[in-house]
């Protein structure tokens, strides 16, 4: 350890830290702007200024490494002069319409700004920046004129995504951030993770707001409105009501689904269920036929689209499975149609998702099984969040209710889909049971949970060795994967997602901000929700959901039959 002294207290700090973690261990937070964690660590903003003892001027904390015998002061009357001013430079350009911003109280800036008591007077008056926003993604928009260049996003694009489709254009006074060329994102090869919205501090990147057309859909008399849930929306939407990271509210959510007026509030995990049928089926038709391997997860389609633009080679090898989103509105539109005697022109299916790519996938060719588009609108648990708030709905004292049936009936093997490993660990209980027909004694393959990038493990199978491999984030997957092209991997069964830690931390999610992100394990705290609900279920197999049962027997016939291949499976673009 080194021995330092921060506003004139004692601190033994880890050797090799900077003084904002130091600080941070020593009760004080140093506030941030720039900063991510591992992701971007470029000192740019100055907002995390301090004085240090024999420093010409004020250091940056965030990257400033602490020695034996330092002395920092982090709020004397020069530290809190520079981060005002800092402060009114970036309101000097930027758009102050803050009531009507969609990020209005969960602002990085406005937090700041309150904190420091700098207010939207014009200190610095003079030219300011005008920008176009770039609506031509069908899942986000960015408007620069609420950028404040902290640079976030071009570092989560670029290293933990590695697509790398936004970075700084133009200098100086000038400089903003965009496409190459300033193309619009949609021309891109950007995949709709929406990783960029999750880290932004500001209103400048958000998501495509679709809930005007959700209320709209359930005032009109003709539509009958169905809302699926995804699983990890439960782990992540109490956040927006200001409940502590790791709030299970699957109760308080269907509750609230109701009262907004769906007509049925059914659940995403019954089609996860429904998804390891027909993809813990094809996993053993091409192991037992001689089929392509691996076999490659296709539920996440930020993942997809990575897939078809970087390895066009390999898409032989994913899954044919429509992901369970999609799987769950061809089901509604064909079995529960017919079930319920309803035109599935007149039905109308709304996905809360904690995904962006979800607006994208929802719009891709050969996804609607009766003619109609599986899914309808989706939103993001942030837009679900806000669409509970404008209608009223006091959802913190809401009582628990359950989904509707039939529609709502799942497994604990579908709730782990929203965590990384989730996918594989669900499909690993059901394909195991089915290849040596005996009930297994634990169910819980721990190998595959948890955040490492990139988790490996072979499992003897009725005296098969099956070689499987979990990812997620796309900078682990182009590893993974080019070892696989190479032929120095050779699994059967990979599970791949798109963003980081799966769902749970998806670009739809609640954001979680960088003083939080950096300091907290806030996805594992939101894993352990879906592991939980998986443990307290009497139901922990997709083969033995009796929703799933039904829908075989008197609909799809067997897994991987003809109706199902019809309605639950896909191809994808080269
Ligand atoms: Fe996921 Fe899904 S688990 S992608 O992460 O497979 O978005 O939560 O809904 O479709 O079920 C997201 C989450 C889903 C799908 C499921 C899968």
Not at 12 to 31: F, M, N, V, Y
Not at 136 to 151: E, G, P, T
Not at 434 to 450: I, N, W, Y
Request: with cysteine; charged share 25%.
């Amino acid at each position: 350890t080194v021995n330092i002294k921060i506003n004139g207290v004692d601190v033994a700090a880890p050797k090799g830290s900077t003084i904002l973690a130091a600080a941070r261990q020593a009760h004080i937070e140093i506030p941030t702007l720039c900063f991510l964690k591992d992701i971007n660590e470029i000192g740019a903003c100055r907002i995390c200024v301090v004085e240090v003892k024999g420093a010409r001027s004020l250091v940056t904390s965030c990257v400033y490494p602490v020695n034996e015998g330092m002395e920092v002061w982090t709020n004397t009357p020069k530290v809190l002069d520079s981060r005002k001013k800092t402060l009114q430079l970036i309101l000097s350009d930027h758009d102050k319409k803050c009531l009507s911003c969609v990020r209005s109280g969960s602002c990085e800036l406005q937090k700041l700004c309150a904190e420091l008591g700098v207010d939207d007077e014009e200190f610095y008056a003079g030219e300011a920046n005008e920008y176009a926003i770039d609506y031509s993604a069908a899942h986000m928009y960015r408007d620069n004129n609420k950028c404040i260049l902290c640079r976030r996003c071009e570092a989560v694009c670029s290293k933990v995504q590695v697509v790398g489709v936004i970075g700084a254009n133009e200098r100086g006074f000038n400089t903003n951030l965009a496409s190459a060329f300033d193309m619009g994102l949609a021309e891109t090869s950007c995949i709709s993770c929406g990783q960029c919205i999750a880290v932004c501090p500001t209103g400048a990147l958000s998501e495509k707001d679709h809930v005007n057309e959700v209320f709209a859909a359930i005032a009109d008399p003709t539509k009958h409105v169905v809302v699926q849930t995804a699983p990890s929306v439960r782990a992540g939407l109490g956040e927006e009501f200001g409940m502590p990271i790791g709030t299970d509210t699957e109760g308080k959510m269907v509750s609230a689904l109701r009262r907004l007026g769906f007509d049925r509030v059914f659940d995403t995990d019954l089609a996860a269920d429904l998804t390891i049928m027909e993809e813990a089926n094809e996993l053993l038709d091409r192991v037992q036929n001689g089929g392509k391997l691996p076999l490659i997860t296709s539920c996440s389609p930020g993942w997809i689209k990575f897939a078809e633009f970087y390895f066009p080679d390999m898409l032989d090898n994913l899954s044919s499975c429509k992901s369970p989103q999609q799987m769950f509105g061809a089901t509604v539109k064909t079995y529960y149609a017919e079930k319920m005697g309803i035109d599935p022109k007149d039905i109308f299916v709304v996905s809360c998702m904690p995904c962006t790519a979800k607006k994208f996938e929802i719009g891709r060719d050969d996804q609607d099984a009766a003619e109609v588009p599986d899914v309808d609108i989706v939103l993001t648990v942030r837009e679900l969040g806000r669409m509970i708030k404008r209608a009223g709905i006091n959802f913190s004292s809401l009582p628990d209710e359950q989904f509707d049936n039939p529609l709502g009936i799942s497994t604990g093997a579908a709730v782990i889909f929203g965590t990384s490993g989730g996918v594989m660990e669900a499909a690993l209980r059901t394909a195991v049971e089915t290849l040596t027909g005996e009930e297994l004694a634990k169910l819980e393959f721990s190998d595959v949970r948890g955040l490492d990038g990139i988790k490996e493990a072979v499992y003897n199978v009725a005296g098969m060795d099956v070689k499987v491999a979990v990812t997620s984030g796309m900078s682990n997957a182009k590893k993974l994967l080019e070892k696989v092209r190479s032929g120095e991997a050779d699994y059967h069964f990979i599970e791949i997602m798109g963003c980081p830690g799966g769902c749970i931390n998806g670009g739809g999610m609640p954001q979680v901000s960088a003083d939080t992100r950096n300091f907290t394990d806030y996805r594992t705290l939101r894993a352990k929700v879906l592991y939980d609900i998986d443990n307290a279920n009497v139901i922990r197999k997709s083969h033995e959901n009796p929703a799933i049962k039904e829908l075989y027997d008197t609909y799809f016939g067997k897994p991987g039959s003809h109706k199902a291949h019809h309605i639950l499976h896909t191809t994808y673009v080269k």
